[in-house]
């Protein structure tokens, strides 16, 4: 199944699109992988902005760096073991 948004041509030959195709899906997968990965590290913040949001539908941008702060040494704690 091709990628939404590649359209084959005449041009391509149909090996160099499935080709295309593969690499665009790894490339998805890779980067759906990382981003569940980051999300489930920092689950707590995460948490913690979702319910600021529940509480009142607008959160300020100082307010979201408030919470990445606390967030920020234990990261550094956790490369520096």
């Not at 499935?18 to 590290?41: C, F, G, H, N, P």
């Not at 760096?65 to 967030?71: G, S």
Request: glycine content about 2%.
């Amino acid at each position: 199944m091709p990628v939404q948004g590649w359209e084959r041509s005449d041009t391509v030959a149909e090996e160099t699109s499935r080709e295309v195709d593969l690499e665009v899906k790894k490339l998805m997968t890779e980067a759906d992988e990382t981003a569940s990965i980051i999300l489930r590290e920092h689950r707590k913040t995460l948490e913690a902005v979702v319910r600021l949001l529940l509480e009142r539908e607008v959160v300020e941008g100082d307010e979201v760096r408030r919470l990445l702060a606390a967030e920020i040494p234990q990261a550094l704690r956790a490369i520096s073991a």
